[in-house]
């Protein structure tokens, strides 16, 4: 029982040092909240998104439009993306598009757009040649390559266009949840809010799928640990079958004898489940102190592997050893409590 519940408690720790992790990124560097348009590709016209800045000055929103390209950088070529970004003054490219092309901060980039205008050779795709600024990383599941540039560049290479989307974050992580429930009332019609939670729903079911079966499949342990405590109780029971049946020859009744083995078991449960609990929240606690399990840089989104033992899974852990105690238990009281004093008497 002690085993099934360390290791239990382990492993719940490891899945949410590794959630954590991406909750917490998620909040950091992902969008909050997104404003897009009911129907159509583009949001409606007026003055709606400054009256929303005005609003709420402590929310940062970035009306962003744009397109596909080509990027070019010497003699290398990618499509990417181009985000049009109003609040954007230099050129940024993400880590996607500078792994592609070999690009860094200082990088002269080759933009061309699917846009044509007419030259003295006839029609041309607009080209900019532009200075990269920084290499952002990517958002949290955002494996496209990406350049942003500030408005006026994005006309010049795609044309005027209103924004399509727009992206609404907030300084404090922790307000994620609640960023769109706090826009939602300042919008026109035409504009519906996607929340955080909508905006990562696949990942976030996911996660909490993740959660459930392998803490179901590691959860067997303890099921093969009561089933172990079902064995030793029925050999325990057969072995005291003459001393039980004199207990009751002398008039202990057969509702305190079940007790008495039900007790037995169940202290053996939560025995092994208190002391299980506490090894796996303290080993998982040291591992993720000394950072004892390392990860390979920059394939991971952490360098070690992370554990977060929370008081929720220690719970969780101590009831289910409970449980399982209980139901192992159960068997071998009921049947000790149904035998006949005849009958331990005639065994010996």
Same mark, same amino acid.
């Given at each position: 029982?002690a085993?099934?519940?360390?290791?239990?408690v382990?492993t719940?720790?490891?899945l949410?040092?590794?959630q954590?992790?991406?909750?917490?990124q998620?909040?950091?560097r992902g969008?909050?909240?997104e404003?897009r348009?009911?129907?159509?590709a583009?949001?409606?016209?007026?003055?709606?998104?400054?009256?929303l800045?005005?609003?709420?000055p402590e929310?940062?929103l970035?009306a962003?439009?744009?397109?596909a390209?080509w990027?070019?950088?010497?003699d290398?070529?990618?499509?990417?993306?181009?985000?049009?970004?109003?609040?954007?003054?230099?050129?940024?490219?993400?880590?996607?598009l500078? +792994?592609? *092309?070999?690009a860094g901060?200082?990088s002269? =980039?080759?933009v $061309?757009?699917? !846009?044509?205008?007419?030259?003295? @050779?006839?029609?041309?795709p607009?080209?900019?040649?532009?200075?990269?600024?920084?290499v952002t990383?990517?958002?949290p599941g955002e494996?496209?390559?990406v350049?942003?540039?500030?408005?006026?560049?994005?006309e010049a290479?795609?044309?005027?266009?209103?924004?399509?989307r727009?992206?609404?974050?907030?300084?404090?992580p922790?307000?994620?949840?609640?960023?769109?429930s706090?826009?939602?009332?300042d919008?026109?019609?035409?504009?519906?809010?996607?929340?955080?939670?909508?905006?990562n729903?696949?990942l976030?079911a996911a996660?909490?799928?993740?959660r459930i079966?392998?803490?179901?499949?590691v959860a067997l342990i303890?099921?093969? +640990?009561a *089933?172990n405590?079902l064995?030793?109780?029925? =050999?325990l029971? $057969?072995?005291? !079958?003459l001393?039980t049946?004199? @207990?009751?020859?002398?008039?202990l009744?057969?509702?305190r004898?079940?007790q008495l083995?039900l007790g037995?078991?169940?202290?053996v449960?939560?025995a092994g489940?208190?002391?299980?609990?506490?090894?796996?929240?303290?080993?998982?606690w040291i591992?993720d102190l000394?950072?004892?399990?390392?990860?390979?840089?920059?394939v991971?989104?952490v360098s070690h592997?992370?554990?977060?033992?929370?008081?929720?899974?220690?719970a969780?852990?101590?009831?289910?050893?409970?449980?399982?105690?209980v139901?192992?238990?159960?068997?071998?009281?009921l049947?000790?409590a149904?035998?006949?004093?005849?009958?331990?008497l005639?065994?010996?």
């Amino acid at each position: 029982m002690a085993l099934g519940a360390a290791a239990l408690v382990l492993t719940l720790a490891l899945l949410e040092g590794f959630q954590y992790t991406i909750r917490r990124q998620l909040t950091e560097r992902g969008v909050h909240a997104e404003l897009r348009p009911r129907s159509g590709a583009s949001l409606p016209a007026g003055t709606w998104l400054e009256h929303l800045r005005q609003r709420h000055p402590e929310l940062e929103l970035r009306a962003l439009s744009g397109g596909a390209v080509w990027c070019t950088v010497g003699d290398e070529a990618t499509p990417a993306e181009l985000e049009v970004v109003d609040t954007l003054s230099r050129v940024e490219v993400n880590r996607v598009l500078a +792994a592609r *092309l070999g690009a860094g901060a200082g990088s002269l =980039l080759a933009v $061309a757009s699917p !846009r044509l205008v007419l030259t003295p @050779l006839g029609f041309a795709p607009v080209r900019r040649t532009l200075e990269v600024a920084a290499v952002t990383a990517p958002r949290p599941g955002e494996e496209r390559a990406v350049v942003r540039v500030p408005r006026p560049l994005g006309e010049a290479l795609l044309g005027p266009q209103g924004p399509r989307r727009v992206e609404v974050r907030s300084p404090d992580p922790a307000l994620a949840w609640d960023v769109a429930s706090r826009v939602q009332d300042d919008l026109p019609d035409e504009v519906e809010v996607v929340s955080f939670r909508e905006l990562n729903r696949p990942l976030l079911a996911a996660l909490a799928l993740e959660r459930i079966m392998i803490g179901f499949g590691v959860a067997l342990i303890m099921a093969v +640990a009561a *089933l172990n405590l079902l064995c030793n109780l029925a =050999l325990l029971a $057969a072995e005291k !079958r003459l001393d039980t049946a004199l @207990l009751q020859a002398i008039g202990l009744e057969p509702g305190r004898l079940r007790q008495l083995f039900l007790g037995l078991g169940v202290g053996v449960g939560a025995a092994g489940g208190v002391v299980g609990t506490l090894v796996g929240a303290l080993g998982a606690w040291i591992l993720d102190l000394t950072h004892a399990i390392p990860l390979p840089a920059g394939v991971f989104i952490v360098s070690h592997v992370p554990f977060r033992p929370t008081p929720g899974a220690a719970a969780v852990v101590l009831g289910i050893s409970m449980l399982a105690a209980v139901a192992a238990s159960l068997p071998p009281a009921l049947a000790v409590a149904r035998r006949s004093v005849v009958e331990g008497l005639g065994y010996e």
